[in-house]
DNA sequence: CAAGTAATCCGAAACGTTTCGGAAAAGTGA
DNA sequence: TCACTTTTCCGAAACGTTTCGGATTACTTG
């Protein structure tokens, strides 16, 4: 069907050798024959077959975009941008993306290393994985070019990129305190993933810093999900009716909580100042706009795909932060004593 | 380094067909050569090259995921659930999925077949091409098993699933005119997009069903993007302020008309209803909850992956019509005079 | 003109599979 | 025991590339 190296060959009357070379722009080969050739595969719509060049090369210019959790609902608002940097950034490196979803419980049927083995990745951007997800441990014992995104993690093979949520959250509160607020309380995300821990010691530290003293009554965790945040904030302002401010580890909580805020009667942000986490687009939009700690998603996917290459060059792994940054809207309010 | 077929046929004693057959399950080998080669198998921790096995099967199991416009602002909303499906139902049929992103400009400098036959796909899904876009001439005129997202064709090996965007306009318009009103604005997408066309042709032929004249001055094209429905909702009404209603032909669009309208001083919808197009999530969340016309993006996904292998099995293309599906909430309400 | 060098080319092996066409060994029935 | 079948195995070719190691031819240069 599809025309190959040998019927160019016997067209220009040339070795295959010959027409490999000419095709791969090698020196030892003829400025007329090389133009016929170059002609002729134009003519033929000579595309070269990958799976031979791959099986030769031992090389797939592919890498794999194994993401744990991808179907999760509202899940677009977070890992859609980074598919778009990853896909952007690889193709301009000339890498293809093989996307595959899988979950904590997928994990447990097939190894990380089966999963890439069978497909020949050359790297792989692995994203979405949770503490404990067996595919963390796997890929930093693996030989196979990996980086993570959202676990600090470093090894010979393994690098990540992750955002700094330890300063996002800190600033967030931050900015809370630096608005009067003193009774802040904070919706964190499920205790099984990594960030929660780093963004609820952020929380701490800028409490500490401020003379606040914790109160371990006024963080709860939920689902970063529109309805995780809309009970979570019922059940912390129903017990600390004293509350003026919250810090939510996702916009979409934050959006949760303030919907449920103006169902109890509450206005945000003059009773109520409310903060999120990422930087989604409807935070931009959505009245009141929320005040975010930005995470650069698409920028994210890029460096994740640097890194991946320089991996693939031979150097070791490292940890790339990326710092997010506030972004002051219409959510957050100086307090009003 | 990883281990081949060869490593396993010098470890069991048997020739490499042998091996071959045992582990593609064939009949002609003993039970116990079986038992053993698939013993060492696991125990080299053996994954077949595929390569390797692609080329002498010329058959990828990978499918082309073909996105034009991915990475456009917002795009998310619509195309994530998509893809979700896609990949879903394409590993559960045991395929891959290559995701490539394109856009109007990339495919006037790679034809589709070229970039397909580069990679060996055994089938591709289409999505996001505009009226015109090389890649729908040139997937219907290729031979490669290819199903397009959102334009109406179907040839040998072309088929599409396409939501049925007369209908769901209709029903939109008669949504409004069951609750009175007569003056109903029509926010469309742009004209280079074969949506666009049938949602006007439904918003037309609800008019015409109820008596109502069409009128051209009520009728606006923008991007699909809440900008978009803003500026377009502001001129429209500017020039029409008789005007008690609008169909948006997507729900960031209806968005940003509705922040328009609050913003000019109007209630929604109280004094202007609105409704929209997609059924995205936020739909059910930001308030007002917006009235539209609901597609299940994720069965699309699923739809294309299916309809793909039948194209795969040999069968001839068709159109798969999916029925969009009106979704009453709060940004519609009964016209009182 | 001889000898050396540069420019072009090619044969064959290799990559890791699958599969065709048989061959050897074992079992069957008379 | 013989002729036949069945079971179990294997050699070799093929898929479409790349590349190593040389071979041929043409060009220099003294």
Redesign the interface.
Known sequence: M?ATIKDIAKMAGVSITTVSRALNNHTDVNRNTYKKIIKIAKQL?Y??????R??VLKK?N?IG?VISG??T?????FI??V??GI??QA?LRNY??????TSTQQQKEISF??LC????FDGVILAGVRTGDPYIEQAMQSDIPTVIMGVPVATAFCGSVVTEDVSGAFSAVQHLIDFGHRHILFINGHKETVVSQFRLEGYIKALNKNGIPYNDNYVAHANFE?EGGSQALESLLSHNPEATAVFCASDLMA??AM?KC?ELGFKVPDDISIIGFDGI??TE???PCLTTIYQDRWQMGISAVNMLLELLGGSEGYIRFMSPKLVIRESTKMLIK
């Open positions: 599809a719509n595309q070269p077959n990958s799976s031979a791959n099986l797939t592919t975009l991808l179907t609902r509202s899940g677009h608002h859609y941008d598919i778009c896909n952007e193709k293809d993306v093989l996307l595959i979803g290393k089966d083995l069978k497909r020949n529109i959006y949760g919907m103006m687009d409807i939009i959505v009245k």
